[in-house]
Each structure stands twice: as structure tokens, then as C-alpha cells.
């Protein structure tokens, strides 16, 4: 798995690549959040258009995203999921809880709205 990120405005946008299945670099996804959190950037769009495969521990470190975000008063928005992330977000009744969207326009004004 590799990542990349930026900030657009004031929204963490972080770019996932390859599969979600528990390594290190999740870790270091969580410590980059928190540290935006440190300085009151608590909105985040990842963007899973190029994810392979997800499986427990990928969806476990979403969760854990969304709960560090939502803890500083933030939320997360998940950006164009493929088909077979988007059936694993609905099986789980992750949808219910994070935004889905597929334009970075409007996940921003998703995060703006709440």
C-alpha cells in the first residue's frame, strides 16, 4: 500500500493505492491524521479509487479514522470507492456512517455542511 496527501482548504485529502490489509503504513495514515487534529484540521477525504483489496484490518483502519475525526469534532468522507470496496462498505453498514462521494468538490462541501 502506498499513500499519498495534501490539504484542500482546510480538508485533509489522503490518496490510498494498492490494498488495505494492515500494515505499517495505516499506522502512519492514523499519526498523520492526529497530527492534523493537533492543529484543529479535523475533516478528511480518503480517496479509495486506486484500493485493490480491502479485508478486516483495512476496514478496521477506516473506522479508526472516523472515530479519531469524529472525537475532535471532525468527520470523514470516503471518495470514489471501486464496486468491490463499495459492496464491503455496504455489507458492513460502513455507508451508514462515513459520506460516500465521487467528485472532491463535493465531498468538501459534504464536510462543510455538518
Excluded at 489522503?14 to 505499517?24: E, F, L, Q, R, T
Excluded at 471532525?74 to 459520506?99: F, N, R, Y
Amino acid at each position: 500500500m502506498k499513500f499519498s496527501y495534501y490539504l484542500y482548504d482546510d480538508v485533509i485529502v489522503v490518496s490510498v493505492k494498492g490494498d488495505i490489509i494492515g500494515s505499517s503504513i495505516e499506522d502512519d495514515i492514523l499519526i498523520l491524521i492526529k497530527t492534523y487534529i493537533s492543529f484543529n484540521i479535523v475533516k478528511c477525504i480518503i480517496d479509495v479509487s486506486e484500493v485493490r483489496h480491502m479485508n478486516s484490518s483495512g476496514l478496521s483502519y477506516i473506522i479508526r479514522c472516523y472515530n479519531f475525526l469524529k472525537a475532535a469534532g471532525g468527520d470523514l468522507v470516503i471518495l470514489k470507492p471501486p464496486h468491490h470496496i463499495q459492496k464491503l462498505l455496504a455489507i458492513t453498514k460502513l455507508m451508514k456512517i462515513c459520506s460516500i462521494t465521487y467528485s472532491k468538490q463535493e465531498g468538501v462541501g459534504i464536510l462543510n455542511n455538518k
